[in-house]
């Protein structure tokens, strides 16, 4: 009852301040609110499932009260270590509740928030609880993917190229990451497993996880060559990749090292260079903290595993929409380089610089020809 006096008290009271233009004047309550915060992990990479949010910032704001400067009433507060905020002094009535974190590392930005409404005492059973959702975001993607080859009758397709791109507003750092080409096998499993298979495993220098030697600021593309050279100088409609960041070096192989630093294959029974299906394949970028070996198919290739809980971004990509999916959808959930021919000089790079669904059927649109560290004409 004395709950109901004291809404009225507030409600009248807002009433009159709204129609005489005097500056409002909120009624001090003595409600107490808690709200533990939490999101369940559903990728199947992170244990255990349900996860308290520590430190987040959780916002109050009244529906029925507003302050000196005329704006809603807005309380905050931070979570501690158990996920718990605690509101104290406040009065009755509507509030809007929201609750944002931002978490962000070397290879990921995770914004995790959540918000419901709440009416004060009626909400005050012991502790409320509020589940939020991960929105997660790679810092660097896979931006163009240039598969097909140029116009040739040669077979030429030495000027294949991966280009990346920094998503994120901080820079990011390539050290000891992989770029793998994926293997070409449709396990009824695929997408119940917790790794993705491989046919490579290409190295950045540097210190994974931790190096800090090789920066990517925001907004900049990274482009890694199969060879970086100009290859017009071979075929006049190939791409002149002379001016790469990186190029792909396998010193296992026949491979030629020319001046771009290399990400380099470090496995001595792989042999080829970083080259990648001319209509229908995938490509993973991981952090490089984890790979192992896998198994070894019938012509004796072993294969390599990458964790997907270590993975930053994977493309597949397939001229007919038709096949078969090769890589695990949590990665990847559509194709990229839809009806691109091989040996056509066409491209596929995502629609914006760095737009991300993890659905390349979404993301990515074909170009006429590559565009090597750029995104336009
Ligand atoms: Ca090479
Ligand atoms: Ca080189
Ligand atoms: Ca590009």
């Known amino acids: 009852m ?32 808690q709200m533990s915060v939490y999101y369940t992990d559903t990728t199947g990479t992170i244990s255990p499932a349900i996860i308290p949010v520590q430190n987040a910032e959780v ?9 000196a400067d005329g704006n809603p009433l807005t309380y905050t507060q931070f979570t501690d270590s158990s996920g718990l905020a605690v509101f104290d002094q406040l009065a009755v009535g509507r509030y809007n509740v929201y609750v944002s974190k931002e978490i962000k590392t070397n290879t990921k930005t995770i914004l995790i928030t959540g918000s419901k409404t709440l009416v004060l005492p009626d909400s005050i059973q012991g502790v409320d609880s509020l589940r939020a959702t991960p929105i997660e975001k790679s810092n660097l993607v896979i931006n163009e993917i240039y598969f097909c080859g140029p116009e040739n009758r040669n077979y030429y397709f030495y000027d294949q190229f991966v280009e990346l791109y920094n998503n994120s507003d901080i820079t990011v750092y390539l050290d000891g990451m992989y770029l793998c080409r994926a293997a070409q096998t449709h396990p009824t499993d695929l997408h119940e497993r917790d790794y993705v298979q491989t046919l490579n495993l290409f190295r950045f220098p540097g210190e994974a996880l931790t190096g800090r030697e090789y920066p990517v600021a925001p907004g900049q ?3 890694i060559a199969q060879d970086a050279v100009d290859h017009s100088q071979y075929i006049a409609t190939a791409v002149d990749l002379s001016g790469a960041d990186w190029e792909f070096y396998n010193p296992y192989g026949g491979d030629i090292d020319f001046p771009a630093p290399n990400v380099e294959n470090f496995l001595p029974e792989k042999t080829n260079d970083f080259m990648i299906n001319l209509t229908h394949n995938a490509v993973i970028l991981s952090d490089g903290s984890d790979w192992y070996w896998g198994e070894i198919n019938e012509n004796d290739y072993q294969y390599i595993h990458i964790p997907i809980s270590t993975i930053i971004d994977g493309v597949e990509y397939s001229s ?5 999916k090769e890589l695990n959808r949590r990665v990847d959930a559509g194709f990229a380089g839809v009806n691109i021919p091989k040996y056509s000089g066409m491209s596929t790079q995502r629609r914006e610089p760095g737009f991300d669904t993890n659905n390349s059927s979404i993301d990515f649109v074909n170009l006429d020809h590559p565009t090597p560290g750029y995104q336009n004409e």
Do not use: M, W
């Open 2 to 33: 004395r709950f109901e006096i004291t809404l009225t008290i507030a409600l009248s009271a807002a009433l009159l301040l709204s129609c005489g233009r005097e500056t409002p004047v909120h009624l001090d309550g003595t409600l107490r609110y």
């Open 59 to 67: 916002t109050l704001t009244a529906v029925s009260y507003s302050g």
């Open 221 to 223: 593309f990274v482009v």
């Open 320 to 324: 007919n929409p038709e096949k078969q």
